[in-house]
């Protein structure tokens, strides 16, 4: 019935007015506000920079291997079982093994207490799946050993991307993760992510290793470029010293030289083997490799035990600020790659929010016009239902302290547009019933309850557009689908208790009034 | 009481060849997809000297390598996009690319929007784009299903490609790009064709229960009637909000708008012309619906 409990229009106009004032708050700055909530501003509208990155496992899935290869040597010499033609190929390790040990062999790798074979409790499942072929043993990475290996090294990447985001001193940066290989890096407000990327692109792997001259030694030796890439040098692949020995490195002017260098202090064990290594080296060269290229390879003089030393590689100051910054934050444990980068500059973010102001103020415009000149006072009733569903919307967003993107705003003013169906749809339905029905009261009830089911079998199936949407999209995309979901909420309220009270009290005070609608 | 029935086949005649050209232009001309569904770079630039116009822009662009560059106004004379499809992300190629602009027409510019998508990426979005909209059409025929009958069903969806079908033929006639937005303007053209075809549905059924002895070819126009004014009203506020971001919500959302416009247009006429007739034609009757009233 058309009459409401005092109860129902205290509750109504409360809820409006709690709204109300929670959408408000996004453009006031009270000081004594209980909600301090506002909506967050997606990075088209405030300007900033999306980086995705894909954390390349391919290094570190061949370093398992070759570990691996090693242990296997090991624990099967350890056990004095024969083996040949121990090899790593396509991603597997093969060898093969006599008749007589093959079944003992096999449960090295099958048992679940294996010591070479780690099993996967959580994943039922081994690192690695085995296959025999007649003598020969074939080790590959089982999926579960794989989404391990991906696992732990975006762990680590993600914990290092923070720490150099976070040495940049950005505002307010959303690091988190995006599958089992990626990392989501969103920076609000950098117009030129230039700097990240290029401190994001670097894996800073760190190595202190000999220059040696014989290529028989006895940890192999290998090829460097230097940076400069005209020249290189033999290497020895023993590593003195790595980056993970660091505790702080700074970027300083040398006096001496008026050179910028990178200055370090090495942590316990370190300054203790850099001791020992620069004692028995004196008079030769020292390498410093980073990320395969040497920086520079400067003789040893003296005996370094102080756990300080410098890296001189012609910096400038920014490029020696960036190293130190990179060897502070430590390594990533796998090279990272920009997949996707979407930059918007803040005075493009600000034109974007004008632009979406505009078109929804001459979009709500044209839309109250339009109800008031087709329906009058109900139009006027339509009206401020719109306008306080607008409200509604905005403080759930608020509340929700949801993101506001471009296709956003869009969405809300598309809720503008067809927020009005669903009155549009009982008002239709109240003037057939008023054709039949002298009793306005009578006539107004039907057509509300009539019109119901066509208003929410509509509004589902929009729901469930939005719905599929804000699971599928991506970035602004979702926040289309959130406005547009919550825009449904918002009408469906606005409609069934704000307009329905106003028509109520409008019907009842003219009960007998001829053509109503 | 306007007669739309007498009109059915001439209209499915006209939609038919429609949908047809529109697959036509699908398959042999087909979509002009953004760096968002192919990968590349999208950069959208800045002048403030009036000396740069369009094809400043496309020789300093085409002196940098990288591929085919495809240069255009965006919305006024001082921004331009810039758009190309150069495969591997470099961290610094922006960098670089900036720096040889300023080489070849001095510093009076500034990127207001950069987006690089690698083509890893780009596959994916175009991937879960297909499945996001093959998905909501799957769901509106099972939501129809259930709360109608498979004729129902059935209508609404021929309604639903219908208006999908012609609204992508556009953009490929027009050549205009199809990006992420477009994707939830297609998704939001589903939901809203879904939504008045439903409105004009559910007063079929209504009539259908009422009336024993109309015939349904009658009987779908009483009921498109019935709803007329309420399609009118519904389709001129969606339109005027959306023609409101058309005109005023400024270059991006044009593409968006655009494609939500002719899907307001086409889901309107469609929910007349496509669904009812399916309904006409499988001679949907009162037994029909009590059948799944019992």
Same mark, same amino acid.
């Given at each position: 019935m058309l009459y409401f409990s005092k109860l129902r229009i205290t509750i109504v106009t409360l809820t409006t007015l709690l709204f109300v004032t929670i959408a408000s708050s996004n453009f006031f700055k009270p000081e004594s506000y209980f909600l301090d909530k506002k909506i967050n501003l997606g990075l088209d509208l405030q300007g900033g920079s999306y980086l995705l990155l894909e954390i390349d496992n391919g290094p570190i899935e061949t370093l398992k291997l070759q570990n691996t290869t090693t242990i296997i040597r090991n624990y099967l010499k350890d056990k004095n079982i024969l083996f040949t033609d121990l090899r790593i190929l396509d991603k597997s390790i093969l060898f093969n093994i006599n008749d007589d040990n093959i079944e003992k062999v096999e449960l090295f790798f099958t048992d679940k207490e294996s010591q070479i074979n780690p099993y996967y409790i959580q994943y039922k499942s081994h690192q690695f799946d085995l296959s025999i072929l007649g003598n020969q043993f074939k080790l590959e990475f089982s999926k579960y050993g794989l989404v391990e290996i991906k696992n732990s090294s975006q762990d680590q990447a993600i914990e290092i991307v923070r720490r150099r985001v976070d040495e940049v001193g950005t505002n307010e940066p959303n690091i988190l993760k995006r599958g089992n290989d990626r990392i989501l890096v969103e920076l609000p %407000?950098? @117009? #030129?992510p230039m700097r990240i990327k290029s401190l994001l692109g670097k894996t800073a792997n760190l190595t202190f290793r000999f220059v040696t001259? !014989? @290529? !028989?030694d006895t940890f192999g030796v290998e090829e460097l470029s230097f940076e400069n890439e005209e020249n290189s040098a033999l290497v020895s692949k023993?590593?003195?010293? $790595? %980056? #993970? !020995?660091?505790?702080d490195a700074q970027p300083q002017m040398n006096n001496q030289t008026n050179e910028t260098v990178v200055s370090f202090t090495l942590d316990r064990v370190g300054a203790k083997r850099f001791g020992k290594a620069t004692r028995s080296g004196v008079g030769k060269q020292l390498a410093i490799v980073l990320d395969g290229k040497i920086v520079s390879a400067p003789v040893i003089r003296d005996a370094i035990i102080s756990g300080n030393g410098q890296i001189s590689g012609n910096f400038t100051f920014q490029s020696a600020t960036d190293l130190s910054l990179l060897l502070r934050s430590g390594a990533l444990p796998a090279p990272l790659n920009i997949i996707e980068e979407r930059t918007v500059g803040p005075d493009l973010g600000q034109d974007s929010i004008n632009a979406g102001v505009i078109a929804l103020t001459i979009g709500f415009l044209l839309v109250i016009i339009f109800m008031f000149f087709k329906y009058k006072i109900f139009g006027l009733i339509a009206n401020i239902t719109l306008l306080l569903n607008l409200f509604l919307l905005i403080g759930i967003l608020t509340l929700f302290e949801a993101t506001l993107t471009l296709p956003g705003i869009a969405g809300i003013i598309l809720t503008v547009g067809m927020a009005v169906d669903a009155n549009v749809l009982i008002f239709e339905r109240i003037k057939e019933e008023c054709r039949y029905e002298k009793n306005n009261i009578i006539a107004f009830d039907t057509g509300y309850i009539k019109s119901k089911t066509a208003i929410i079998d509509a509004n589902i199936t929009t729901l469930i557009a939005a719905i599929i949407l804000f699971f599928m999209g991506s970035g602004p995309v979702k926040g289309f689908s959130v406005t547009l979901a919550v825009g449904i909420f918002t009408t469906l309220f606005s409609v069934y208790f704000i307009a329905r009270l106003l028509t109520g009290l409008y019907v009842v005070k003219n009960k007998e009034k001829v053509n109503l609608i | 009481m306007i007669n739309f029935n007498k009109f059915y086949k001439l209209f499915n005649l006209i939609s038919a060849i429609l949908v047809i050209l529109s697959i036509i232009f699908l398959l042999f001309k087909g979509l002009n997809f953004g760096v968002d569904f192919k990968g590349g770079t999208i950069i959208e630039l800045r002048v403030s000297d009036k000396q740069i116009n369009i094809s400043t822009l496309r020789k300093s662009f085409n002196d940098m390598n990288l591929g085919d560059v495809n240069v255009k106004k965006f919305g006024n004379e001082r921004d331009f996009l810039i758009m190309f499809e150069k495969k591997d992300i470099k961290p610094d190629n922006i960098e670089t690319i900036k720096k040889n602009l300023t080489l070849s027409i %001095?510093? $009076?510019? !500034?990127?207001r929007r950069v987006e690089n998508v690698g083509p890893k990426v780009s596959s994916e979005l175009l991937k879960s784009g297909i499945i996001a909209i093959v998905l909501s059409l799957a769901a509106m025929l099972f939501y129809i299903w259930i709360r109608f009958e498979w004729q129902f069903s059935l209508g609404a969806i021929l309604a639903l490609f219908h208006d999908v079908i012609i609204t992508l033929g556009f953009f490929s006639l027009l050549g205009l790009e199809i990006n992420l937005s477009i994707v939830a303007a297609v998704l939001t053209i589903v939901g809203y064709s879904m939504n008045d075809t439903v409105v004009i549905f559910d007063r079929v059924r209504e009539n259908l229960r009422k009336f024993s002895d109309i015939k349904i070819f009658e009987l779908t126009n009483i009921s498109i009637n019935e709803t007329l004014s309420r399609t009118i009203i519904t389709s001129t506020t969606t339109l005027l909000a959306l023609v409101s971001i058309y005109l005023f919500g400024g270059e991006i959302l044009k593409g968006f708008s655009l494609a939500m416009i002719l899907g307001v247009v086409f889901g309107t006429y469609s929910s007349i012309y496509i669904a009812n007739p399916v309904l006409v034609f499988f001679g949907v009757s009162q037994k029909t619906i009590l059948k799944e009233d019992k």
């Open positions: %407000g950098l @117009d #030129d001259q !014989n @290529d !028989n023993r590593i003195i010293l $790595s %980056g #993970d !020995n660091l505790l | %001095g510093n $009076s510019f !500034n990127f």
